[in-house]
Structure formats: C-alpha cells, structure tokens
C-alpha cells in the first residue's frame, strides 16, 4: 500500500469512527484531519467533501454486501432476486440509518454517479429469467420507495421493510 493510500485510509477509518460516535453532522472535516493525523488540506486533497468521504465508505462496504448476497442466491426469478438482495441491503442501510439518509439526500438528484451500479444491479435481476429492463426498473424502483419509507420511520425494521417490499412485489406480474 502506498502512503497516499494508507493516507485515504487513515482518512477513512477516522471519519466512521468520528460519525459513529458523534453523528455525520456533528463531526467536521477537521476533526477527522485530527482524529487521521494529517493536515485539514489532506483531507481535501483525498476527498472534495464530507459526503463524499461517506459516499466512498459506503460504496466498499456495498460492494462486500452484494458479493455476499451474489454468492449466496439460488432464486430465479427478478423479484425473488429483489427480495433476497434487500435482505442483506436493508439491514445494511437500517444500520447506518442516519448516514444512509444523509447520503440518500445528497445523491438523489446526482443518480449518474448512481447509473453504473444501477445498470450492472439491473442487469443481475433479470439475468436468466424471462424479466424485462423495464421489469427491472420497475422493481428497482419499489425496491428504493420501499428503503425510502423505512428510513424516514423511526420505528422500520429490516423485517417491516421486507414484508412491505414482499408486498409490493406480490401486486406486480413480473418473473
């Protein structure tokens, strides 16, 4: 590992730590420089923002978790391979519950940084099945209105969020 990326990677650790104990809005890109050991221009020298610290965080941590999920599905059709990545992505973000709504805020109205992984997750929901791109947006999108309402209720859990993506699932006609 390079020292640029053992930096990024102080960088890293420090900021979850920092948003773990005080709160993503609580804590300031100095006192992760602090918390790194670096320079607060490091900081922007790896990152442009805040956010994107967290969306980079976010993006590994995703990434085990659909390997995990890809590894571990048997299903065969588009919304039973739906049903079981939300499995493991629900209880992701519920975890994370406020920096997953932070992020949702930030990224909705940029969802071209969002279009690779979309395309390449659609792409796997209607893999060797007889489901449509269409299908797959169609799903794709009772998948995050259901994520949508879960984060915003104090109350969600990854079993209420599953039953009411299950549900939603249920009324539409796709394989």
Sequence with gaps: MTKKEQTKQQILTASWQLFSELGYHQTSTRDIARAANVANGTVFSHFATKVEILKYSFESELEDILSRAKHSDSSTTATDR??????????????????????????????????????????????????????????????????????????????????????KLSKININ
């Design 82 to 167: 739906m049903y079981h990545y939300a499995c493991f992505l629900y209880e992701f973000y519920l975890a994370k519950k406020e920096f997953s709504r932070e992020l949702f805020k930030e990224i909705m109205w940029q969802q071209h940084e969002l279009e690779p992984q979309l395309k390449a997750f659609k792409k796997r929901l209607i893999n060797d099945n007889e489901a449509t791109a269409l299908d797959a947006d169609i799903i794709i999108d009772i998948y995050f209105m259901t994520l949508m309402e879960g984060l915003n209720q104090e109350d969600s859990s990854v079993d209420s969020m599953l039953a009411t993506l299950k549900a």
